[in-house]
């Protein structure tokens, strides 16, 4: 079975990949637009069109794929000014006010989906079951959660549709079984069906050779010992790099490939502006938000003043300092259950609090539970 690329090629940082036993036309992917607050409702779409390719003749794909492109881009339509930019997301969409209830840090602890099913357990279920959630946030076993565990378990819980997605694939590229994914087995498993022509009998040649070539130079990054292989972590890191500190550079520097057109390492404004906006027919308007780009583009984005964008104007442009919500629903959590103030919580001090953490309703964890350690 070979893996195939469906790009969305517009936000410049995501490549869908599916498993499927024929493909669905040589040559051809999928174009969504999309910003960072619609990407889980591509990635869904997309990875139900990736399990109907694998029972659909080519002859159907097209139709199907087609739809899907078009409920995607309808589902996440956004202003294209900011489909480059790259927000944190908040960890609930309810109002952050403990007066008024704990829904936002049971979303928070929890993760939107896995809040929604509380009212399935008892409080005495809950308190079990959070019991034993607590044991797994304390990863170096001492007794205490601190505030680095439960930082961590927060962004785990927001990040988790990202690594369950990984998961699901991971056999697919894993070809040796041996827990890591080489390049050479992520190469052959995605461009096999072209490389032993050098894409000769693709259309888009060129595009393919540099979808070759920047997930060579993604896929080194993410390997941060330099080992030829990719741990889960690294792997994650490779399809998500926008997730990850360490691969920011990669994130500017694809963006700027993809929206310099003349090459020259930078982004002019006219390049700017024809990211977002193509010339107006004869007779049209050009949009008052274009004008708006125009000027944060030479106030805001230049910031030198020699008008171009160079990667460190377009790092402050597409991953903007931000608040990190993780890290404040950490302490937050941490001052409002720490009765003996030593900047950590007991399991006991946890419980106390327990309608906090999950409430009077009960998070469904009973598959959690069940699942290893690591995969938490």
């Known amino acids: 079975m070979t893996i195939y690329r469906f790009k969305q090629s517009r936000q410049g940082d995501r490549d869908w990949l599916c498993a499927a036993e024929a493909p669905p036309t040589r040559g051809w992917y999928l174009e969504a637009q999309s910003a960072n607050a619609g990407r889980s409702a591509v990635h869904k779409s997309v990875q139900r069109c990736c399990v109907a390719a694998q029972t659909l003749s080519v002859q159907m794909l097209p139709r199907l794929l087609a739809s899907v492109c078009i409920l995607a881009a309808a589902a996440v339509a956004v202003p294209p000014q900011e489909k480059r930019v790259h927000h ?28 929604k099913t ?79 022509g ?40 490779f399809l998500h790099p926008e997730e990850f500190d360490y691969m920011k550079n990669v994130v500017v520097q694809e963006t700027i490939e993809d ?51 160079d990667a460190g104007e377009v790092a402050t442009w597409i991953l903007p300092e931000e608040v990190d919500h993780a890290d404040n629903e950490a302490k937050h959590l941490i001052h409002e259950t720490d009765t003996d103030k030593d900047q950590k919580v007991t399991k006991k001090e946890i419980l106390a609090n327990w309608n906090m953490f999950v409430g009077s309703q009960a998070t469904n964890y009973g598959e959690d539970l069940t699942k290893r350690h690591d995969e938490l």
Do not use: C
């Not at 997301?89 to 929890?110: M, V």
């Open 88 to 115: 944190h997301a908040d960890l609930s969409d309810h109002a952050h006010d403990d007066a008024h209830g704990f829904q936002y840090d049971h979303e928070a602890f929890l993760g939107k989906e896995e809040a």
């Open 259 to 309: 929206i310099d057109k003349n090459g020259d390492g930078k982004i002019s404004m006219e390049e700017y502006i024809g990211d977002m906006y193509s010339t107006p027919e004869s007779g049209e308007h050009e949009p008052e938000w274009v004008q708006t780009e125009k000027k944060h583009f030479l106030e805001f984005r230049d910031v030198n003043k020699d008008g171009y964008l």
């Open 198 to 237: 050098e894409f000769d009998d693709v259309e888009d040649k060129d595009t393919y050779k540099s979808m070759l070539t920047r997930d060579e130079r993604r896929f080194k990054t993410a390997d941060r010992d330099g080992d030829g292989v990719a741990t889960r972590e690294q792997f994650t890191a």
């Open 118 to 196: 509380f009212d399935q357990l008892t409080p005495e279920e809950s308190k079990d079951r959070l019991a034993k959630i607590v044991d797994r946030i304390d990863t170096d076993k001492d007794g205490y959660v601190s505030h680095a565990e439960l930082q961590y378990w927060i962004r785990h819980r927001q990040r988790r549709y990202i690594e369950e997605n990984v998961n699901k694939h991971w056999n697919d590229y894993d070809k040796n079984g041996d827990g890591k994914i080489g390049w050479e087995e992520y190469k052959n498993t995605t461009y096999g069906f072209y490389l032993d």
